[in-house]
Structure formats: C-alpha cells, structure tokens
C-alpha cells in the first residue's frame, strides 16, 4: 500500500503542509500516525477519494485511480476479448503476461488490483503464481480468478489462493460484470 506524508500530499495538492495537517487532524483526510512520532500517513486510497469528494484534480494519482488487471494467458482470443470488456474509458488499465516468470515481473511493477490467471498455461505453473503471490504480503488484497479448462478433466487443487473461479467458455462480459463488482468493494474507498 503505498502512503504519503503530509509534505507529499501537500506537493500534490499544492497547499501548505500545515494545511494538510489540519485536514488530518479535523478528521476530513484520513490516515495514520506513526507510532512514537507525530508523523502523519496518508494511504493513496484515502488520498484519492479526499481528493474527488472535493473536486480537486487527481494530477499523477489519475492513473492510479484506475482498477488495475493482469491477465496470466497464452489464448489471443481470450486476451483480446478481455481487453475490449474492460476499456480504460471504464477505468480499467489491463497488462498481459505469457507465462508465471512474466506474471511475476509485471506484478511488482503493475501492482494490480486483480490477477486473471488461464489453467492453460499449465495447471502447475498457474497454481504456483496464485500461490506465491499470496505468500507475498504486497499482493495480500490482490483478487486472484482462476479461468480453468473446460476439457471435461476433473480439477482439483487448493482454491485457497484464489477468489473466484471462471470455467471455460464463459461469456467475457460476466467476468468483466464480476470485476467490477469484486474491484469496487475493494476500491471503495477510492
């Protein structure tokens, strides 16, 4: 998660930080105090929707407001029609990774929001991508969806690591639908 201090958030709002602290103080920005300090913290969530409650321009968080997806696929068809569901007019942001090395290498640079992992790709390798990203705190409110084949083969694996499961086909839009309902509740507060 990433915070700001009160200077940064001061930078961005292009107010005093004296300002900003009182902003904190009254309650209006929320945030935390680091313990043994008087530092203030302020989450980028509760930065972002103090910022559209009161009409001011998001500047560089603007991208950062957007839902982030990862796709973990190989099936063009599959990614294309994901991307046209989840357009960055409706405030979605999509990267695509080919396989688990790639997955973990847009995940730390991307920070997605929700993980779309295709079965596929080989059961094995997408149950270890599941499985190290919740190993990672970083990724602890990631939403995890599992696309599984439908190959009339039976699956079963540890749906612990994942949030929701998708058999295929599916229709595209219904995911999409979905996202935006697991993605809102965990951007509420954006």
Sequence with gaps: MKVFTTGQVAKICKVAPRTVSKWFDSGRLKG???PGSQDRRIPREYLIKF???HGMPLGDLEDEAMAKILIVAQDQ???ENLKRELPPERSFKVAVAASGFE?????????PDCII???SIGKVEAMQICQNLRKNPDFSETILIALLPDDGQPVSFDRSAINETFKKPFDASLLA?????????VKELV
């Design 117 to 119: 992992t295709d079965f």
């Design 77 to 79: 068809v599959l990614i």
């Design 177 to 185: 639908e979905r996202l935006r309902t697991l993605i809102g509740s």
């Design 51 to 53: 910022l559209k409650e």
């Design 103 to 111: 997955a973990g290498i847009q995940a730390e640079s991307f920070h």
């Design 32 to 34: 935390y105090r680091i």
